[in-house]
């Protein structure tokens, strides 16, 4: 079954500071991964995703993501982050089974930025 | 486009209460999502709708949940005889496009909370 990781539960950044969200995934064949965003009383916001090709992926908001099939793995990164760059961030991967849609997703990190 | 709008944003109720929940979807997206999201982790997979059509319930959706999508527009999530372990973020998304390369678009959630 497919699964993902991200092994740190919090972080937390000084404003201005690079940012590197580690995201690690099971999958038997070639993913669909992605990266999420979710602010306090809001729903999920997709920041970019990677299908195939060019493996460095760039997003939303100055994010970008490398997948590395050797280490199966999506880390997000940010060269300099901002106070609103605080929320929770959740990294998929999918699809699974005959649901081309459906993903699975990891239990995300929570990131607090210090001024 | 006002994206995708769920309601109500809260619900308390007693155990043993049934609750109804509406999500509509960006109109035009043929797909429609349920996820659920408890505290510190990150959405589930529930069910899923292709125009009208429930193609895939999870199996956390037990026989108390019921969904549907008349006439492939609004959907809602009926949960009959609430306990207190259904708790949590109800999420809803939607979606067109290829399947599984297409971007989910999440509702804002609907929280429940059963005494």
């Known amino acids: 079954a497919q699964s993902v990781t991200q092994p740190d539960i919090h972080i937390t950044v000084s404003e201005g500071a690079s940012l590197e969200l580690r995201c690690n995934y099971s999958?038997?064949?070639?993913?669909?991964l992605f990266w999420y965003v979710q602010s306090p009383g809001q729903g999920l916001q997709l920041l970019l995703k990677y299908f195939s090709g060019d493996t460095l992926v760039q997003g939303i908001k100055g994010f970008e993501a490398e997948f590395k099939r050797s280490q199966s793995s999506f880390n997000l990164r940010k060269p300099s982050v901002h106070w609103s760059d605080a929320a929770e961030y959740f990294c998929a991967v999918g699809p699974e089974g005959t649901n081309a849609g459906k993903s699975t997703f990891g239990d995300g990190t929570t990131l607090t930025v210090k001024p | 486009d006002t994206g995708v709008s769920q309601n109500p944003r809260h619900k308390i109720t007693k155990r043993g209460q049934n609750v109804t929940f509406r999500c509509d979807p960006i109109?035009?997206?043929?797909?429609l999502y349920w996820y659920r999201q408890t505290l510190g982790q990150g959405p589930e997979f529930l069910t899923y709708f292709q125009n009208e059509a429930q193609l895939e319930k999870s199996r956390l959706l037990s026989d108390r949940f019921s969904a549907e999508r008349p006439k492939g527009s609004f959907s809602t999530l009926e949960i009959q005889r609430t306990e207190q372990g259904d708790s949590a973020m109800y999420l809803c998304a939607s979606s067109t496009g290829l399947a599984g390369q297409e971007t989910q678009y999440f509702g804002p959630g609907t929280r429940l909370l059963v005494l």
């Open positions: 999958y038997g064949a070639t993913p669909y």
């Open positions: 109109s035009e997206h043929n797909r």
